[in-house]
């Protein structure tokens, strides 16, 4: 086996605002896995105020972790990976491709044996102005998307509160709207807020407030369901979160998490308590958004997944799976089904 690793720099079409960081570019790499002429395609892409490394520093544990590629399995070299997770999973993502390409299956197929065949899509809505994040809840809308999930935390609470508001009434009651405060909010603020915002209908809310306790004290007294997203950084975070009962949901990032193999024992867990897992991007290139959608494809769950993030980006190093009538139709060739472009390579 042999990798190369190829840099990009990814606009956003516009900012994203959360509650730890302005998100205005993606700045990662692809890794190109190549056994015995059959490529494989990773991506590393740390998301700024979330990741705990560097790009620099995962870059160089990649590169290093391929001069041993010569002379180590490919396990063991993902096992020096695990304390650099988004390195982790940019490797275990291209050999996940390469052996999906060798067994003749999908992506997906090669993680579940009956994967959905089109994944629901949500759309994620981040701009920081009220104004600015309506218009795009009509333009998902329009799109033919019925789940909306709305960064919260980031304004004053009133705007907050009037954003979710008016995109209730602009959605009507078909639409799902979900939260997403990304810890932004103290326990005890964001306990207030959900009980306000319970007679919206809101499907849940991620992060309402920062550390896994914090959200299963909020998840034991909201009467909107909660879930645990960048609080769990590990496979036992999330077994952990969701052995505290009252957590409805858990987020999922193959990114973040590992690789996809690490988000499938993910899956299995939330599966195993009765948990959502709601797989999503971390607006990722092409490559990395392709990864995350055979993982939802294979989790199995119908629910709308966090997967729509190409087209919050201006530029990409590939043609991104398109969306269509609310979802994304899962690549049924084998491996991932989504190639760099020429001048990626």
Request: charged share 20%.
């Amino acid at each position: 086996m042999s990798l190369d690793l190829i840099p990009y720099e990814l606009p956003l079409r516009s900012p994203m605002a959360t509650s730890h960081a302005i998100v205005a570019d993606r700045r990662g790499a692809l890794v190109r896995l190549d056994d015995h002429g059959t490529i494989g395609w990773g991506d590393l892409c740390p998301m700024p105020g979330w990741s705990v490394q560097e790009f620099e520093s995962l870059h160089d544990q990649v590169d290093m972790a391929g001069l041993r590629l010569d002379e180590d399995m490919i396990g063991d070299v993902l096992d020096t990976l695990v304390g650099a997770p988004e390195a982790r999973a940019a490797l275990a993502g291209a050999a996940a491709d390469v052996l999906a390409q060798e067994a003749g299956l999908s992506l997906a197929a090669h993680l579940a044996p009956e994967p959905l065949e089109r994944v629901a899509v949500n759309a994620t809505i981040g701009a920081a102005d009220v104004s600015t994040a309506l218009t795009n809840v009509y333009l998902a809308i329009a799109n033919g998307i019925e789940t909306i999930k709305l960064k919260v935390a980031h304004r004053r609470v009133e705007e907050d509160i009037a954003l979710v508001e008016s995109a209730r009434r602009a959605v009507g009651d078909k639409v799902e709207l979900r939260l997403d405060a990304n810890g932004g909010w103290r326990p005890d603020e964001a306990l207030e807020i959900l009980h306000r915002l319970a007679p919206l209908d809101i499907a849940v809310c991620e992060e309402p407030t920062a550390g896994i306790d914090q959200i299963a004290a909020v998840g034991a007294e909201s009467p909107i369901p909660v879930a645990v997203d960048e609080s769990a950084r590990t496979v036992d975070d999330l077994r952990r979160a969701i052995a505290t009962g009252t957590v409805g949901a858990v987020v999922i990032k193959p990114q973040a998490l590992g690789g996809p193999d690490f988000a499938m024992q993910a899956i299995a867990a939330a599966h195993s308590a009765g948990v959502t897992p709601i797989v999503t991007s971390m607006i990722d290139s092409a490559v990395g958004v392709a990864h995350a959608v055979h993982v939802a494809a294979a989790s199995g769950v119908t629910a709308a997944h966090g997967v729509a993030t190409s087209a919050l980006l201006a530029a990409d190093v590939a043609a991104p799976l398109p969306v269509e009538d609310g979802a994304i139709l899962v690549p049924s060739i084998p491996g991932l089904g989504v190639r760099p472009s020429a001048a990626a390579r």
